[in-house]
């Protein structure tokens, strides 16, 4: 059974930080590109960020850019997401997801995930 098990939201300040984990089981996590989705209330899904070996491509949304660290420890199967100088902007729900074949990341960011996770909230007050 494939699953994609999110961790690490909370509340945090403006200006603060925190790290999200993602804990992957049941596929070759090796072969797929590995990344981070949000959804704020009321807005579309958007792809925060996404790695991927194969082809060596490291993706950030703009709206992220120079503030979020994406990164993942294979030996571990696990994802991470380093969030820094949050922003009331970045509250939504956080989740992981992983896709395989060509060009994966532009295939997840796209919404073309094979596999997701069901969410961590995070919420930044102001």
């Known amino acids: 059974e494939v699953q994609l098990v999110e961790s690490g939201g909370g509340v945090a300040q403006a200006g603060g930080s925190l790290r999200l984990s993602c804990v992957a089981s049941g596929f070759v996590f090796d072969d797929y590109a590995v990344g981070w989705f949000r959804q704020a209330p009321g807005k579309e899904r958007e792809g925060v960020s996404c790695?991927?070996?194969?082809?060596?491509?490291?993706y950030y949304a703009d709206s992220v850019k120079g503030r979020f660290t994406i990164s993942s420890d294979n030996a571990k199967n696990m994802l991470y997401l380093q969030m820094d100088s949050l922003k009331p902007e970045d509250t939504a729900v956080y989740s992981c997801a992983a896709a395989l074949g060509f060009l994966p990341c532009k295939v997840l960011v796209g919404g073309g995930a094979d596999y997701w996770g069901q969410g961590t909230e995070v919420t930044v007050s102001s």
């Open positions: 790695i991927s070996s194969s082809d060596s491509i490291t």
